[in-house]
């Protein structure tokens, strides 16, 4: 007995897992963890690790690069602990797939809104951005890049770019350009992955913002004059969280309209902030005869597309935060200020009244204000005469979520219900869905940013603009194209859009071709078109809102439409002697 009992070898002791796999993944990249707080054996364990590629590893938290882009990955770990005999496996599914980038219609032009962060990547460091933009292995911008080559946006609003100022007086628009021309030549004519393509854009706008640039008061009441929060809009130095409008198509320079010197108190019905405990003004009247609406600016930006005009309406408003709190009505009848969170408000209303003609009638422009002597205008020209427009950029506001004020009737509302703007598809992703903050739970595929809220817009109008797709460039976890996903603290919004004839362009179409019609019965006797492919045509035609093929860039390309005059000035480049546009 005793000798068949040492002949019997003890095998370890196999027991219902109790120890579980996790993971953080990136595309490829993918970072395991077990968990075996509930694991039976104690120290030393060792693990072994299969990874379904034929790859092994022994480490506790191995990091791994999947080499194939689109597979799945059955993945398995066993734990030992030799001390008690015990060893236990568990395993999991690990997929790995790639984006799925929408394909643009042939008929329509993409125009994408994307907040960079490069202020931020750049430190916040007056002059550091201009420097880094010379660097083309700064990997902040090859990111930013990479999202733009994969996207391939016709117009590009593109925000948190600084600007250089001379002093808080003088904008340095040559400088500011360069630094725009940096940025395409190092990052955008540069492909900056497997797959990419280079990218250029041969029409340029920027013009100053007021992001930096000093009041002279104490705005922010913290017994210091000249700080960030002092400014016109928040920021460490003039130039600061600036802007940029890049497009492939002909900028109409002569009609370009910027509001950067607008007053606040200028505006109708302005939620100017109120001292809810004396019911004074928050702000002093000598404040409030110096400080203007915009954050940065807002720019009504009139691009070519064939023969038709675009407006892009470009600002980028204040966030509603970084104040006192949110204030649930106008005035507040809480202890709360909440001065950010009107001026939100008032900045993105400002473009709802420009679009709307009984409106905007207080509306002037930088010309009329410098043409007035730096002051109030007395006969305010107002808003926009046009119908075709795309209002675009970060808003900072959710139409739920978030701090927007008053919180009843978040200001992107007046947008989003309007029948001037086209909300038929709402830029969505699967990534937001998945990675954005659980705070909010409200519409999570459409967010724009990791935080949790909608911020980020672009929305054409009703009239002269259809739209054939719309998205958030968020990729999944699982996606290859995952690790641009921490490019910026925004994601690139998306939509596409055909350019079809105004309202009151379709009498005109309409008659036109019942002439045409008329003209076909007569020279066509055999009927050889009616009820066929010419009257298919026609009548589609007529139902789809009268769509009209937009011109590529190159056809509409029109360098004797970028003057040279006044206040505006253009730069050579080189693709075209018209490639930059700028004001003085």
Same mark, same amino acid.
């Given at each position: ?8 070898? %003890?095998?370890?002791?196999? /027991?219902?897992?109790?120890?579980? $796999? ?44 999947? *080499? ?28 790995? #797939?790639?984006?799925?980038? %929408? ?7 993409? /125009? ?35 999202? $733009? ?13 600084? @600007?250089?100022? /001379? ?44 992001? +930096? ?6 705005? &922010? ?21 600036? =802007? ?25 019905? #302005? ?38 005009? $675009? @407006? ?35 900045? $993105? ?23 007035? +002597? ?6 305010? !020209? ?24 008053? !919180? ?13 703007? &086209? ?12 990675? #954005? ?26 009239? +002269? ?36 004839? %105004? ?6 179409? =309409? ?20 009820? @066929? ?16 093929? !937009? ?14 005059? !006044? ?10 002697? *018209? ?6």
């Amino acid at each position: 007995m005793k000798l068949l009992l040492a002949a019997i070898t %003890v095998l370890p002791t196999l /027991v219902r897992s109790s120890i579980d $796999i996790a993971y953080e993944q990136t595309g490829v990249e993918v970072k395991f963890y077990v968990n075996t707080s509930n694991f039976a054996g104690t120290s030393p364990l060792t693990y072994q690790w299969s990874f379904g590629d034929g790859e092994t590893s022994e480490e506790q938290q191995p990091n791994i690069t999947f *080499s194939e882009k689109e597979a799945v990955y059955d993945v398995e770990c066993t734990v030992t602990s030799a001390a008690d005999n015990v060893t236990e496996s568990d395993s999991t599914s690990v997929e790995v #797939a790639h984006y799925e980038y %929408v394909t643009k219609d042939a008929n329509s032009i993409r /125009v994408a809104q994307f907040n960079s962060g490069l202020s931020d990547q750049a430190g916040r460091v007056e002059g550091e951005l201009q420097k880094q933009l010379k660097d083309p292995s700064w990997v902040a911008a090859q990111k930013i890049a990479d999202v $733009i080559q994969k996207n391939r946006p016709d117009i590009l609003s593109l925000q948190e770019f600084d @600007h250089v100022w /001379v002093d808080n007086d003088t904008w340095d628009g040559d400088a500011t350009m360069q630094m725009v021309q940096d940025f395409q030549d190092n990052f955008l004519a540069v492909s900056q992955a497997d797959g990419n393509e280079a990218i250029d854009y041969p029409y340029v706008y920027v013009a100053p913002c007021n992001t +930096g640039v000093q009041t002279g008061f104490d705005l &922010d009441k913290n017994g210091n004059i000249g700080d960030a929060g002092d400014a016109h809009g928040y920021g460490d130095f003039p130039g600061a969280f600036s =802007m940029v409008l890049l497009s492939m198509y002909p900028i109409d320079t002569q009609n370009i309209r910027t509001f950067q010197h607008f007053l606040w108190k200028d505006m109708q019905d #302005a939620y100017l902030p109120v001292d809810p405990a004396t019911g004074d003004m928050y702000y002093t009247e000598d404040e409030l005869n110096v400080l203007r609406l915009s954050s940065k600016s807002h720019w009504d930006i009139p691009v070519t597309v064939g023969e038709d005009v $675009i @407006h892009i309406l470009q600002s980028h408003p204040t966030p509603p935060v970084f104040d006192d709190g949110t204030a649930a009505e106008y005035p507040p009848k809480e202890d709360i200020v909440d001065w950010n969170g009107w001026k939100n408000n008032n900045e $993105i209303r400002f473009w709802t009244d420009y679009i709307n003609e009984e409106k905007s009638t207080y509306i002037y422009d930088d010309k009329e204000w410098m043409a007035a +002597g730096n002051t109030t205008p007395p006969e305010p !020209s107002g808003g926009l005469k046009d119908k075709r427009f795309i209002i675009i950029g970060d808003q900072n506001c959710d139409p739920v979520d978030g701090d927007a004020s008053p !919180s009843t009737a978040s200001p992107i509302n007046g947008f989003l219900n309007s029948d001037s703007t &086209d909300t038929s598809m709402t830029p969505t992703s699967k990534g937001g869905l998945e990675q #954005a903050n659980v705070q909010y739970q409200n519409n999570r595929e459409t967010k724009t940013a990791p935080w949790g809220l909608r911020a980020d817009y672009v929305l054409p109008s009703t009239d +002269g603009l259809e739209i054939s797709a719309a998205y958030v460039h968020w990729p999944e976890r699982k996606d290859v194209e995952a690790y641009l996903n921490d490019a910026s603290d925004h994601m690139m919004v998306v939509v596409d859009a055909a350019v079809v004839p %105004v309202s009151s362009a379709i009498p005109i179409l =309409m008659a036109w071709t019942l002439m045409f019609k008329i003209a076909a019965s007569v020279s066509c006797p055999q009927n050889k078109y009616r009820g @066929h492919s010419r009257w298919a045509v026609c009548e589609r035609y007529l139902q789809r809102g009268s769509r009209r093929a !937009s011109r590529s860039a190159a056809e509409a390309s029109n360098p004797d439409k970028v003057a040279k005059f !006044s206040i505006w000035y253009v730069l050579p480049c080189r693709t075209s002697p *018209s490639r930059m546009v700028s004001q003085v």
